[in-house]
């Protein structure tokens, strides 16, 4: 009787030891060449994934930065009072740019105007959850379509009163307000003739309850004003104010 040997395979073996389990090893491979390390490729792989978290944080960076890129202006003076970098309290001063740059913690965008007018002041009485029938400005938040600072203030100014008499900007003040001092308001000085003021009468929105002029020695000590009035009021502005209102400084 013949006997018959077993035939030889044309496919090769190779032996690799899995790291970190003990006990396992000379496990079998098909193929003619043994793979690349497993280390090599666990190192090869945290380096790709290292990568790709960089790239990611670079895109995010340059998106939060973006808005920054439209309004930024020169950044506030060390020994400004109230400055976050050196004190962490609310800031407020005049600057000749749309606004500061390189805040920290700033999370939001806003513009308002103060009408300006023979020594007196267009304040709007608050018809809202917050700040209700707090003497205020018209303004808002910074949305994406608005080019700068003072388009926001323009185009929430005529939201909230319907239109906007012939004025011209005399200066801006810059606040940081919110609980966490997380946002830069920017209020525009803006002065009316005493003639477009006779002729102006505003349309209020939902959002206010009424309007009037106040003298600004009056507006100045009133106690029910809003938090951006406020400081814009402080003794630190109060003279560029009157200035640009025409009043007595």
Not at 122 to 143: A, C, I, Q, T
Not at 147 to 159: F, H, W
Not at 163 to 188: D, H, Q, W
Request: charged share 25%.
């Amino acid at each position: 009787m013949r006997t018959s040997s077993p035939r030889a395979s044309s496919t090769s073996y190779h032996r690799v030891d899995l790291p970190g389990l003990p006990g396992v090893k000379g496990i079998p491979l098909k193929g003619g060449a043994p793979p690349e390390d497993f280390e090599a490729v666990s190192r090869r792989s945290r380096t790709q994934l290292a990568l790709v978290a960089c790239v990611g944080l670079v895109i995010m960076a340059g998106t939060t930065m973006s808005l920054w890129d439209k309004f930024r202006g020169p950044p506030l003076d060390p020994d400004d009072v109230g400055a976050p970098a050196v004190t962490g309290k609310p800031a407020a001063r005049l600057v000749d740019a749309p606004g500061p740059k390189g805040l920290e913690g700033i999370e939001k965008l806003g513009a308002g105007l103060m009408l300006l007018s023979g020594g007196e002041v267009l304040l709007l009485k608050r018809n809202s959850l917050h700040n209700h029938d707090k003497w205020g400005l018209p303004g808002g938040n910074v949305e994406e379509n608005d080019s700068q600072p003072l388009a926001t203030a323009e185009r929430e100014a005529t939201e909230e009163m319907g239109s906007l008499p012939p004025y011209t900007i005399a200066g801006e003040i810059n606040t940081i307000r919110g609980k966490n001092n997380e946002k830069l308001y920017t209020v525009f000085l803006a002065v009316v003739s005493p003639d477009a003021k006779e002729k102006y009468a505003p349309l209020l929105n939902e959002e206010h309850s009424a309007w009037k002029w106040f003298p600004l020695d009056e507006a100045i000590k009133k106690k029910d004003l809003h938090p951006v009035v406020e400081k814009v009021f402080k003794k630190k502005h109060r003279g560029v104010v009157l200035k640009a209102a025409g009043a007595p400084v």
